[in-house]
């Protein structure tokens, strides 16, 4: 089991807002950073644990932290947007990463 | 821009070990955190472990402590990543991604392990 827990599966309608999470007991020290990862393709940072977005990954994506929850929101989903996402922080102890679980984000 | 690339498949027996290779370019070894990360068939990403060539410390996640050896050639610039007394669990993608401040920045284009007798 993950020390982040994310929801398995979201969907969002084309070009609607939606909101993916990640909670968990270290979260509340440790910020958290998000990875996009497509079929047969390795994972990608789309977030970074300051919630900034890394060269060329597009603006509709933002993150945002409230108590032991972070957030991964995509404003306006694309098709294309139709991929797994991770978060990424470190565990309870400080010592070590670990991931959420990852939530499979379908676009209707 | 730094590029990481792996060394191809590999078919097990329980018991082996494998060896993966993830060589840098763009930028060179002792300036980078290598990270380890494995995803098994159908399920999310799991950390193994990092390793700072430049000051030879190495953190292994504790499911993996005993089994798992992380070293790098700075000559090179490749780091390496070995999993000893294999098992079927074993079989994944396993990738080596550069960490800086938490975030894996940069990643390799994985490499399928495959354990079967």
């Known amino acids: 089991s993950s020390e982040l827990t994310q929801d398995p599966s979201v969907s969002v309608a084309l070009g609607q807002a939606v909101r993916i999470t990640c909670q968990g007991d270290?979260?509340?020290?440790?910020?958290a950073s998000w990875y996009q990862q497509k079929p047969g393709q390795a994972p990608t940072l789309i977030i970074s644990n300051k919630n900034n977005r890394p060269s060329g990954i597009p603006d509709r994506f933002s993150g945002s932290f409230s108590g032991d929850t972070a957030s991964l929101t995509i404003t306006g989903a694309q098709t294309e947007d139709e991929a797994d996402y991770y978060c990424?922080?470190?565990?309870?102890?400080?010592?070590?990463?670990?991931f959420g679980g990852g939530t499979k984000l379908t676009v209707l | 821009q730094v590029h990481l690339v792996q060394s191809g498949a590999e078919v097990k027996k329980p018991g082996a070990s494998v060896k993966v290779s993830c060589k840098v370019s763009g930028s060179i070894l002792t300036e980078l955190s290598v990270h380890w990360v494995r995803q098994a068939p159908g399920k999310g990403l799991e950390w193994l472990g990092g390793f700072d060539p430049e000051d030879g410390e190495e953190i292994y996640a504790p499911q993996f402590t005993g089994r798992l050896t992380m070293s790098a050639d700075t000559s090179t610039d490749t780091a390496y990543m070995e999993l000893s007394s294999l098992r079927s669990e074993d079989t994944a993608v396993y990738y080596c991604a550069t960490e800086l401040f938490m975030d894996l920045e940069y990643w390799g284009q994985g490499t399928l392990v495959s354990v079967s007798s």
């Open positions: 990424n922080s470190r565990d309870i102890s400080g010592n070590f990463l670990v």
């Open positions: 270290s979260l509340r020290a440790f910020f």
